[in-house]
């Protein structure tokens, strides 16, 4: 059983950066591969980014690619999503998820993650 909880949100400006957080409860976090999705207003839940458990590949979705960064630090049960150069178009939930063992490309769908955060809003303003 794992517990995800995100931070790191906030009202910014276009052209701004913020990092989000996402910490982890549980036993063998190194072991979960975690991803972040974001869901908008009157949007449906899409994928942003996601590392995988084994070689640290990673993974972004073309809005994002060169922006967005992620990362993990597993002796701090944390995976992190850096966002450069926010966009008004970013605005949205965001949400960090794990699925234990997972590769490929089960990382890109949401269906695929065993635990879920709360979320944290992002909102970028223009």
């Known amino acids: 059983q794992v517990q995800l909880v995100e931070s790191g949100g906030g009202l910014v400006q276009a052209g701004d950066s913020l990092r989000l957080s996402c910490a982890a409860s549980?036993?063998?976090?190194?072991?979960?591969?975690m991803g972040w999705f974001r869901q908008g207003p009157g949007k449906e839940r899409d994928f942003v980014a996601a590392?995988?458990?084994?070689?640290?590949?990673?993974y972004y979705a073309d809005s994002v690619k060169g922006r967005f960064t992620i990362s993990r630090d597993n002796f701090k049960n944390t995976v992190y999503l850096q966002m450069n150069s926010l966009k008004p178009e970013d605005t949205a939930v965001y949400y960090c998820?794990?699925?234990?063992?997972?590769?490929?490309?089960?990382?890109?769908?949401?269906?695929?993650?065993?635990?879920w955060g709360q979320g944290t809003q992002v909102t970028v303003s223009s």
């Open positions: 590392m995988s458990w084994s070689n640290r590949s990673t």
């Open positions: 549980g036993r063998a976090f190194s072991t979960y591969s």
């Open positions: 998820a794990a699925d234990r063992f997972a590769m490929g490309g089960r990382l890109f769908r949401d269906n695929e993650y065993d635990y």
